[in-house]
């Protein structure tokens, strides 16, 4: 008779942590979310928290003094021009120094080109539980829960 999975699964940000290789991808992640969350409270500070959702914040590793933000269209990136020295003022109270920001109108997402009607294949229950212990464990406000949360609702599970 087969034994449950369940008692050897370990939850998944247990193996991140041990594994050097993935806990530095998940410090970048962690830098990256917490980047995103100062540009979107200095925006609302400024009065422009609906734009919040439409940028998406990058940081390049080499120059950490230089940031770019991806909108999705060009009325947004004018915008973001105009309250540019003021956005700068705003993240440098947060202790970022910054000497750039550069704004780039990201090009309009195609969309993907799969066969509709075809499910992926469905978790096992072991890894149901592990996906559901590492959504359980993160912020609420956090863009990995949210990503988690859609990876968990677009997926059956295996009984």
Same mark, same amino acid.
């Given at each position: 008779?087969?034994? #449950?999975?369940?008692?050897? $699964?370990?939850?998944?940000?247990?193996?991140?942590?041990?594994?050097?290789? %993935?806990?530095?991808?998940?410090?970048?992640?962690? !830098?990256?979310?917490?980047?995103?969350? =100062?540009?979107?409270? $200095?925006?609302?500070?400024?009065?422009?928290?609906? %734009?919040?959702?439409? /940028?998406?914040?990058?940081?390049?590793?080499?120059?950490?003094?230089? %940031?770019?933000? %991806?909108?999705?269209?060009?009325?947004?990136? $004018? !915008?973001?021009? =105009?309250?540019?020295?003021?956005? /700068?003022?705003?993240?440098?109270?947060?202790?970022?120094?910054?000497?750039?920001?550069?704004?780039?109108? !990201?090009?309009?997402?195609?969309?993907?080109?799969?066969?509709?009607?075809?499910? #992926? #294949?469905?978790?096992?229950?072991?890894?149901?539980?592990?996906?559901?212990?590492?959504?359980d464990r993160l912020?609420?406000?956090?863009?990995?829960?949210? $990503?988690?949360?859609?990876?968990?609702?677009?997926?059956?599970?295996?009984?």
């Amino acid at each position: 008779m087969n034994k #449950p999975i369940l008692k050897s $699964a370990r939850p998944l940000l247990d193996c991140l942590q041990e594994e050097q290789g %993935l806990q530095k991808l998940m410090e970048q992640a962690k !830098r990256h979310e917490n980047r995103t969350s =100062q540009v979107q409270n $200095a925006l609302k500070k400024l009065g422009f928290g609906q %734009l919040a959702p439409q /940028i998406m914040v990058e940081c390049k590793l080499e120059n950490p003094e230089e %940031l770019f933000l %991806l909108v999705s269209s060009p009325a947004i990136s $004018a !915008r973001l021009q =105009q309250i540019m020295p003021s956005l /700068i003022k705003e993240l440098s109270q947060d202790r970022w120094v910054l000497r750039s920001i550069k704004v780039k109108v !990201r090009p309009r997402q195609s969309l993907p080109q799969t066969e509709e009607g075809i499910d #992926p #294949p469905p978790f096992s229950g072991a890894a149901t539980l592990a996906w559901q212990s590492l959504y359980d464990r993160l912020s609420p406000n956090s863009s990995i829960r949210e $990503a988690v949360a859609q990876l968990l609702n677009g997926r059956k599970t295996r009984l």
